[in-house]
């Protein structure tokens, strides 16, 4: 079975600074991983996916996220924090394989609550 | 417009009371899918649909059921309502050929 685990359920930081969100998972195959933002009162937005092809992806908003297979990891950084950054972040975890148990199916983690101070 | 749409977006009603969750979506995905966020468990899925004729219970399934009406509506409904069904409901579809979804803006249901 897949899991995801994210390390940290609030994560704060200062405008400017660097955003790094952890995101670990666990899978019988090389998965498919995602990460999404829930801003308040709004529903999930895909943020950006891997899909096997360059491991490090890079999504909207400046966000990027490395696929490291021997890590496990899939972590979601960004260079530089901005007020407009605070949300609620959730990574998940799919199987690839079409005809796979899990296949067009996805499993969240917990999620991370990013706080950003001026 | 929305490309996926979830009605009511609010809503309290009484233990014991049916409710009816409705998701529409203009996608044009055959892939159907409901979900609870709770704080600190991220979303966990309830039932899902790979085509109009294809139903299937997700991890929390006990309590809900679902009806997929046509291709583009999918309802969720809690046949008698309970305290700890209060949540926040997401309806989300995906194509056949990806594992993205797309997710509505959510409903949430307290149940008093």
């Known amino acids: 079975a897949q899991s995801v685990t994210q390390l940290g359920s609030h994560v704060s930081v200062s405008e400017g600074a660097l955003v790094l969100l952890r995101c670990n998972y666990s899978s019988s195959v090389p998965p498919y991983l995602f990460w999404y933002v829930q801003y308040p009162n709004q529903g999930l937005q895909l943020l950006l996916k891997y899909t096997s092809a360059a491991t490090l992806v890079k999504g909207i908003n400046g966000f990027e996220a490395e696929f490291k297979k021997s890590e496990t990891s899939f972590h979601l950084t960004k260079p530089s924090a901005h007020m407009s950054d605070a949300a609620e972040y959730f990574c998940?975890?799919?199987?690839?394989?079409?005809?796979?148990?899990?296949?067009?199916?996805?499993?969240f983690g917990q999620g991370t609550i990013l706080t950003v101070h001026p | 417009d929305a490309d996926v749409t979830q009605t009511p977006r609010n809503r309290i009603t009484k233990t014991g009371k049916r409710i009816m969750l409705e998701c529409s979506q203009t996608k044009g995905h055959d892939r159907m899918y409901w979900y609870r966020q709770d704080p600190g468990l991220g979303l966990r899925l309830i039932y899902y649909s790979f085509d109009v004729k294809d139903i299937n219970k997700g991890e929390i399934s006990d309590g809900y059921s679902v009806s997929r009406q046509a291709q583009a509506k999918f309802s969720l409904s809690l046949e008698s309502a309970i305290p700890n069904q209060t949540a926040l409901y997401f309806c989300?579809?995906?194509?056949?050929?990806?594992?993205?979804?797309?997710f509505g803006p959510g409903t949430r249901l307290t149940v008093l």
């Open positions: 989300a579809t995906s194509a056949v050929s990806g594992n993205e979804q797309f």
């Open positions: 998940a975890v799919s199987d690839p394989l079409l005809g796979g148990t899990s296949y067009g199916k996805l499993t």
